[in-house]
């Protein structure tokens, strides 16, 4: 049985909570989960396939300047690996509502960085399920992953989590 590396940052939030969802949801793979700041560059050497939980943060956030330990520790990591024969698949969160011309940006910026260090992204769903005004995961009419709003949309999670783990068995 293959095995997947799903880690995602922040810890303590919907992040983590649809990190855990995505994991029960993959029964076609044996899926180790832990938090950004816990992943060292060892595990990206030892997996092949990977699933990375990021979520955009608010306001407050973006103006302090600041980043939580877990994804600032994720990026640094990122930065130091190839990832040449490495798979990956995405999954955001954001609010639509509140942030739509934001919507799961980092999302964006995480798939840009490891398309730069030679990463196979996978997951890719359609835009056309969600209404926001513009986001740096958008690819044409797909986003780069799974988009999930639990502010707004915790109604459409599950089943979207479902599709995209079927999704993912068949990219993977």
């Not at 990021?54 to 520790?73: E, F, M, P, R, Y």
């Not at 958008?138 to 079927?166: F, M, N, P, V």
């Amino acid at each position: 049985m293959e095995k997947i590396l799903l880690t995602y940052a922040p810890q303590g939030g919907f992040t983590e909570q649809a990190a855990y969802e995505i994991a029960q949801s993959i029964t076609f793979a044996q899926c180790n989960v832990m938090p950004g700041s816990k992943v060292s560059e060892k595990d990206f050497e030892t997996y092949t396939f990977f699933i990375i939980g990021i979520a955009t943060l608010g306001n407050d956030s973006w103006n302090s300047g600041k980043q939580d330990a877990d994804t600032v520790h994720l990026q640094n990591i990122i930065n130091k690996t190839d990832f040449s024969k490495k798979t990956i698949a995405l999954f955001g969160l954001g609010n639509a509502v509140l942030y739509p011309s934001h919507f799961v940006d980092e999302m964006g910026i995480f798939e840009q960085q490891l398309i730069a260090k030679h990463a196979s992204i996978v997951g890719y769903t359609p835009a056309i399920e969600y209404t926001f005004k513009d986001s740096k995961a958008l690819r044409g009419t797909q986003i780069c992953g799974l988009a999930l709003d639990y502010d707004t949309e915790l109604h459409t999670s599950k089943e979207r989590i479902g599709r995209w783990a079927l999704q993912l068995e068949k990219e993977l």
